[in-house]
């Protein structure tokens, strides 16, 4: 039991993988091997991404499952009520936790306000008024937005959490704002969010001045003259909280504003995906629970 809580406790306070056809999974990716460095590749190896996934993981769970039916059984025939609940509880947390994978699976997207990203066929959008779902350009389904908080949105349930920051990137020349691309075939934008690819690198192209910007997160800020490749600026920028801003002086009359913007990831589930979800972890502290007052009740005879 004590290796399948280890289990629990990194899948729950590290973020595993999402499925390779998932359009968070770069992201994830970028943002996992940047933090862990050079234990990214070793933790990889064993499997620690996508730990539920692993032939040892199951197989751990089976063995636990029939350590549990045996001491829930010992527990009844003993007459010993409380502690045969607090076993029985557990068992179904744990059948609850195995039958997950048979329903359908959360799809999550990482979100930064203002922006909406496809999830599947559909398309989520975050920004003042909460989070909205769309399909085919008609709305589905809004709702206000709680970060923590399961939200109701149409056929799913919505569950968001902080998940890292962006830099957004606007700018002001002689002529008036400036207007950014994040491709050669992207239209031009006032503002750009400069999320990163999995590299830990973000590029955005200004028309008006010629010049390439490169965000090698989290923080080195790297402009480029357009065809020379000659370097205008280069700037080591400041840890940031969210909503504030940093404006750059730069040649001939240019300045550049970088705001930093929270991201979010937000998983939708199906009802039935949620319900086991969330009876599979709160199952494990009541089943503690029912086995320490049962053990603290025989301690006091």
Known sequence: MGLWALGGLWMALIPQAPPPDDPAYW??????????????????????????????????????????????????????????????????????????????????????WGEGRSVGDLWLVLDES???????????????????????LGPYIAVAGRSGQVLELQGEGPSGPLHWRSALDAAPVPALLLHPSPEGEAFAAVAEAGWIVRLIYPDRLTIFAEGTGAVVAAQTLPSMADGQEVTLSLPEGYALRLIARPVYRVLLMSPPTFAARVLAWAGVPLGLAGLLFEAARRARR
């Open 130 to 152: 909460g989070l909205s779902l769309w399909r085919q350009g008609d709305p589905l389904a809004r709702s206000g937005f709680r970060p923590g908080w399961p939200l109701r």
């Open 27 to 112: 992201m994830w990716w970028a943002q996992a091997r940047w933090r862990f460095g050079p234990l990214f590749d070793p933790l990889s190896r064993w499997g620690l991404w996508t730990l539920s996934q692993t032939p040892g993981w199951r197989l751990l769970g089976a063995w636990l499952g029939l350590g549990l039916v045996v001491r829930a059984a010992e527990a009844g025939a003993a007459r010993r009520w409380r502690a045969a609940l607090g076993w029985g509880i557990l068992l179904g947390a744990l059948v609850l936790a195995g039958l997950e994978r048979y329903l359908p699976p959360p799809q999550g997207v990482r979100l930064a």
